[in-house]
């Protein structure tokens, strides 16, 4: 009774060894035309009509490019520079640390700020807040003295502990992939040839939100920052009028001359989680010549309700959602990595189909190979399968 089952699962293996080497000849050994062309990834919609100068909108969870409108296009970020500032902090400095507030680090009135006071000391942890909450310039510039000051030694000038902290930042962009990245000062002021593209702005903000405390932070309405020299510490709120309605679970906002209305919002669609880029957004002037910087709220909303509208958001596991895959990730006893859901053009519903890619069989829980879902012939994205346990 017991010898059938061992040769049906021997059978099976061969097989699927045999497989994998088959995919692998076929895939690698075609012409270059060929497999650019087997591989030609989904290429995003355009988003419904804004005033932003660049859009992009990607689901990060998947890797699948929802809207993009000049999302290449170098242009200025203002304040979501502070998103590649926290990186660099992040890695570079021990959160407990006090750092002193000095004259060097006050800006002016005209500038977002905590309001800090010279000669008062805050955590660096509190000084990140300070930085990505109300996106405070001062409290910007005092931990990028601080970190730039650790890293080329005591003695140095503000001014030059400053510019090393900048260096940081180029250096943390093209490390990233952010290459149409180039920054000048760490707060996101105006700056001629201070810029970054749309796309690096997600790719940046991707790699922020995989680390818990910048997570955090960014969902953060309103916080105290404690303070050696004020009882009642700094009070905070947020500059994301997204967030504090509870609409979105971060990121962070920036406005300047140049830069318009800038916005980078993070959100959840089912398990999913999408990331939403705008640059330039229209900012106006009321009659009372108050800044009127709320059109890049509005047509984040509009992204957002694109995104809802203008895919499908199915379980590929689910039977009959993907012709075939359910039964043929039950034949080969693999399961996919992760449970998030498929984004698919609401138009191209009957037109999914996957390739599922295994390697010979592995350790129960362990990367068995992957599936890659196609709309027509453009590559939507690839999910790991793991051998099933």
Not at 93 to 101: D, H, K
Not at 251 to 273: D, E, I, Y
Not at 326 to 339: H, M, N, P, Q
Not at 349 to 376: D, H, M, N, T, W
Request: charge should be negative; glycine fraction near 8%.
């Amino acid at each position: 009774m017991d010898q059938a089952p061992r040769r049906s699962v021997t059978r099976r293996s061969a097989l699927r060894i045999l497989i994998a080497f088959v995919i692998t000849f076929v895939w690698c050994g075609q012409s270059g035309e060929v497999h650019a062309a087997e591989v030609a990834r989904y290429q995003a919609m355009s988003p419904p009509p804004i005033s932003a100068d660049a859009v992009f909108v990607t689901d990060i969870s998947t890797g699948t490019e929802l809207f993009a409108q000049n999302a290449e296009e170098p242009l200025p970020p203002a304040s979501l520079t502070k998103i590649v500032s926290a990186l660099v902090v992040l890695e570079r400095a021990n959160l407990e640390e006090t750092v002193e507030i000095l004259e060097e680090d006050l800006v002016s009135p005209e500038e977002s700020q905590v309001g800090l006071t010279a000669g008062d000391r805050l955590s660096v942890r509190d000084l990140l807040h300070g930085m990505l909450i109300p996106s405070g310039n001062d409290a910007t510039l005092a931990l990028a003295r601080h970190v730039g000051t650790a890293a080329i030694g005591e003695g140095v000038s503000p001014e030059q502990a400053v510019a090393q902290f900048v260096t940081m930042m180029n250096a943390e962009a093209a490390e990233l992939g952010a290459t149409s990245s180039h920054f000048l000062n760490p707060t996101g002021i105006d700056d001629e040839g201070h810029v970054m593209s749309a796309r690096d702005v997600a790719i940046v903000t991707k790699t922020a939100l995989q680390n818990s405390l910048f997570s955090e932070i960014v969902a953060t309405t309103d916080a105290v920052l404690g303070s050696e020299l004020l009882p009642d510490g700094y009070r905070v709120s947020t500059t994301n009028q997204l967030l504090a309605e509870g609409i979105v679970t971060g990121v962070k906002t920036g406005t300047t001359a140049q830069a318009g209305g800038c916005l980078v919002t993070s959100f959840a669609v089912g398990p999913n989680r999408i990331v939403a880029v705008i640059l330039g957004s229209d900012v106006a002037e009321t009659t009372d010549g108050v800044q009127d910087n709320t059109a890049r709220f509005a047509e984040t909303r509009a992204l957002l309700d694109a995104v809802k509208a203008d895919y499908l958001w199915l379980d590929p596991t689910l039977p009959g959602v993907v012709s075939g895959l359910a039964e043929e990730l039950s034949v080969w006893e693999v399961d996919l990595a992760t449970g998030d859901l498929l984004p698919v053009p609401a138009s191209s519903e009957g037109e999914i189909r996957y390739r599922l890619v295994l390697g010979p069989p592995s350790a129960p829980k362990s990367p068995a190979g992957e599936v890659q879902f196609y709309v027509g012939e453009q590559l939507l994205s690839e999910r790991v399968t793991l051998q099933a346990g």
